[in-house]
């Protein structure tokens, strides 16, 4: 129906077939037809049916972009070490807004605050708010949207609280996870299954991250290693997922598997530079991101509930934060920024 209905606003086309390959993750690409419009638009000039085919180059920089978000976040600590408030404020352009402007609207949207109004997390004083922002830049639906950026945030901060406090980073999460919730279920699960806090290898660190998203929950213990050059190595992460039913066991422990190197990927991407020279020799390609030969994984899926969810975005998001926290259990540097680039260094 996207398709066809930019193409019904293409001049001289009065009728439009969109024929769909079996086929998924677009990764919210597929949300903006203006490729379709193109190949229309040629073909209508040349009079003749055309394949259109961009280039990585033209691609990467005539792209609708994910949003750029800056976080102001505060917490509050009782004298046991408890979390009493927490403060998370996200300044950020809209998507929705740039491509469906509401008239007379001061720019918030409740979408930007993904994962942090509605996080299961239940201080006795909470607040979340958006920062509108306007950016000339193209933006799009990446997937997991806001939740991939808001979960690194929040699940980084909470870290800092338990160094801050000299508690156990599980420990202060359960505190702020009221009894029988789901996602206190799968930190426990994850903390048991990954032997929390001890690596499986002495010399190593240990990360620990949860969120929960798209009507799923995850938790996830990362193991690494960073030598004295700054190079980093994820040698083990320990997943527990609850998605509801898993219809088909198999394929859903295959994507979730997936989401470890995508989720991983972009903390590690190179940063996108626009307005540069377009020639071709300018563009790198992009690097993959190993995990190490030893990673392993543990799942655990839930019955309880009688719904299909999403798998892969909960662990996308909480996967960036897992390793991070694990850097600095490594290192003592904190990852607060993204993409990690230079900030690997030993304090």
Known sequence: MIVAGALGDVDGVDEARVRSTLVGSAFGRRLMPDYAVEGAEISKRTGTTVKVVWTREDEMRHEFYRPA????????????????????????????????????????????????????????????????????????????????????????????????????????????????????????????RADWPNPSVPGRSVGFACHACFGSVCAQVAEVSVDDRGRLRVHRVTSVLECGVAVTRTRCGLRWRAAWPWGWAWPCARRSRRGRSRGAGEFRRLQAVAHGGDAGSDHAHSRERRTHRRRRRAGAASHGAAVCNAIFAATGTRIRELPIADQLVRS
Not at 102 to 128: C, I, K, Q, T, W
């Open 69 to 192: 978000t800056l976080h102001d976040l505060a917490g509050g600590l009782d004298a046991d070490g408890r979390v009493t408030t927490l403060s998370h404020r996200v300044a950020a352009a809209s998507v929705t807004q740039q491509h469906y402007p509401r008239p007379g609207g001061d720019g918030r949207d409740e979408s930007v605050l993904s994962g942090v109004h509605d996080s299961p997390y239940a201080p006795a004083h909470f607040r979340g708010a958006h920062a509108p922002l306007k950016t000339s830049i193209p933006l799009g639906w990446w997937r997991g949207v806001y939740d991939v950026q808001n979960a690194f945030v929040n699940e980084s901060f909470v870290d800092e609280l338990a160094v801050t406090a000299g508690r156990d980073p599980v420990a202060l999460r359960l505190d702020m996870l009221p009894q029988g919730a789901r996602l206190r279920r799968v930190v426990e699960e994850a903390a048991a």
